[in-house]
């Protein structure tokens, strides 16, 4: 099943989503990476889903990616047995660890010590992904006297963001740890781990993880930005969480962040995934706004190497249409002459590596042959993921004798995913590159195809062979 688009498409699993039959037809409308979010859920639900998924990439013959996102550490307020509250601007509101007494309109629990630690006469609170806004004007270890600055209703367990803050935290809570143990055990292939502030985050989960799966590194706080090289170096991948990220910070900032994160992962090589609310309004109706429409095509555009459905695929009305929706947009988008201009303008400059050299030639190879497809034979990825790095005109096939890695390159830019066995030597490889390109579709006897690999063939990230050859 070869796709006819360069970007992927991640869509979320959820109740709308929850059969066989759905999840079929989400793959066969496009969806080149699935989503399964364990802040909603039972381990078993996720489990299940993911039964699924394999089941449909054994019938289909093509490597389905599965993205276990990891709830993180969500901080929220504690209750109101009365009902909800409102607060007026200007009001004094206090938040205390004190669990055991029922909030009322003049206090509320915030059972986060963590939070207290940090504080800051002046701080900000917003509450309600920030629909309502306290400054705090006085504070303890245990306690925060505020003063509300924009009031609203409150109601039960709204979560709290303390932006412009590190927080003392880790980015993994105990429920995160069970989640990602138990994903690792049925063999997810990329973990998104939830709230990054620092590359210590990264490093934290990449000694659990231990190889078996990527890591994406999911950026919704301020605190992120001011560390966005250290932590795409730690990372293997990274999404622009907009939502949180727009909570935290001034909704105009969030374009050029979303820009300034595109163009750290392009450089870096680094798989980037842009989400929330892509097509929010498909969640009810059949067709998206214009501005949604404009918004998936802006990231195709800046070279995104994925979009991602959320509520759309996972609870919404239309789950199907949406994913048809959104390759419809990629693909029109990717056929605009004006993209082409776009992605060669905002291509980064290669890196002294012997990697980055073959890529740099392969590109420029590529277009002066007109070849039919570029093929990277790698084992770990590293091969792939260089090629994708230069966003060559012509197809990326993505060959490896390891299944782990072929999934993990579902998620990549323009890399159509192979499994092949192990070839012993370079006639071998360029036979079976030629043989595959022709199979899957990529090109007819005669065309030219350009293979990059690393020598020797067992040793991951030694990108150092170029080669040219014709389909047989």
Known sequence: MRRNKHAKIVATLGPASDDKATIQALFEAGADVFRLNFSHGKQEDHKRRLDLIRGIERDSGRPIGVLL??????????????????????AAFRLDLDSATPGNASRVALP??????ALEVGTELLLDDGRLRLRVASFGPDFADTRVVNGGTLSDRKGVNVPG??????????????????????GVDWVALSFVQRPED?????????????????LEKPAAIASLDAIVAESDAVMVARGDLGVELPAEQVPSIQKRIIRACRKAGKPVIVATQMLESMVG???????????????VYEGADAVMLSAESASGRYPVEAVHMMGRIIRHTEADPNYRTSIDASRPDPQPLAADAIGSAMRHVT????????????RSGYSALRMARERPEAPIIGMTPQLATARRLALVWGVHAVLCHDVADVPEMTDLAGRTALKEGFGT???TVVISAGMPFATSGTTNLLRIAQIP
């Open 165 to 186: 803050v590190v927080l003392p935290l880790s980015a993994l809570t105990e429920k995160d740890r069970a989640d990602l143990a138990y994903g690792l055990q049925l």
């Open 367 to 378: 277009g002066l042959l007109h070849a039919a497809a570029t093929v990277a034979y790698t």
């Open 112 to 117: 986060h010590p963590e939070i207290f630690a």
């Open 285 to 299: 109706a059949p067709v998206p706004t214009r501005a949604e429409a404009s918004d998936v095509a802006t990231a």
């Open 445 to 447: 006897a005669g065309q």
């Open 69 to 90: 996102d990891l709830q993180g550490p969500k901080l929220r307020i504690g209750t109101f047995p009365g009902g909800p509250i409102t607060l007026a601007d200007g």
């Open 202 to 218: 990264v490093v934290e989960v990449r000694t659990l993880v231990g190889g078996r799966a990527g890591i994406v590194s999911k």
